[in-house]
């Protein structure tokens, strides 16, 4: 882990509320008004807030502030948890509203920088052979999750359910068998951001799609080239023995 930090020191990456509500890179900042948005970020700042405290940080009634909290709470960005109000006291029991995981990743994340930085660390103080080890690692235990659901299944049924290699249910993953040849064609790609500088990262599927297949598997068609998707081409008829393939970068 040393060297982790170089390239992140000079990039601060905490911000103030109202720097978190103009950033334009906030990915509710188009879909939000200001109201809702003041408000998740006032949430992000103090942990959690109850309706009263929000109204008067909006500076709107209780009831409006009411309203904006139940469409942040119905979009599942944050979360109510009633406390018990003190014996001393007397009163309903207070809500307080806290931000749930996916109302946290509506706030800029620096995961794909942090990514790059450890991949170059790692080439940087280690070597390329290192890179390959640490992939090659990533690849055995993308196989060692999928091999048992494969079992005994054909290589049709196997090619079906890798289509949901990224996502269950991905919508952008599908199979085309239109030319005569089977091509799995992704084009969401989970990674892009930061396969489109490092595409060494891609060798990975590559190799765990041809381990999982039993065949050769080229990706002939790339994000990296402005293609729009990767296409992983299935063939069929150059079989591999996946007892001495493990993993290869790709050409």
């Known amino acids: 882990m040393i060297g982790l930090c170089r390239g992140l020191r000079s990039k601060h990456l905490r911000f103030t509320p109202t720097e978190l509500v103009k950033m334009p890179e906030c990915e509710f900042a188009k879909s939000l008004s200001v109201p809702r948005r003041e408000m998740l970020a006032y949430i992000k700042a103090h942990a959690s807030a109850t309706i009263a405290q929000l109204a008067v940080e909006l500076g709107v009634t209780d009831e409006a502030a009411r309203q904006h909290v139940l469409y942040l709470e119905n979009q599942g960005w944050i979360l109510g948890r009633t406390a018990r109000a003190e014996p001393a006291r007397v009163g309903r029991p207070v809500t307080w509203y806290s931000l749930t995981e996916a109302g946290d990743h509506l706030f800029p994340k620096h995961y794909d920088q942090l990514s ?36 005994g299944k054909s290589l049709v049924e196997r090619i079906e359910m890798l289509r949901e290699f990224y996502f269950e249910d991905d919508p952008h993953m599908s199979v085309d068998r239109s030319k005569g040849e089977t091509i799995l064609v992704e084009r969401n790609c989970p990674f892009q951001t930061v396969a489109m500088t490092r595409p060494q990262l891609c060798s990975t599927t590559v190799s765990t799609l041809t381990r999982l297949l039993g065949v050769r598997v080229e990706r002939r068609q790339r994000f990296q080239n402005g293609d729009g998707k990767c296409a992983f081409h299935v063939l069929a008829d150059q079989p591999v023995d996946p007892a001495t393939f493990r993993f290869a970068f790709e050409e």
């Open 116 to 151: 790059v930085t450890l991949i170059d660390t790692l080439v940087d103080n280690c070597g390329r052979d290192a890179l390959e080890h640490a992939l090659g690692a990533i690849t055995e235990a993308q196989v060692r999750e999928w091999k048992p659901r494969l079992e």
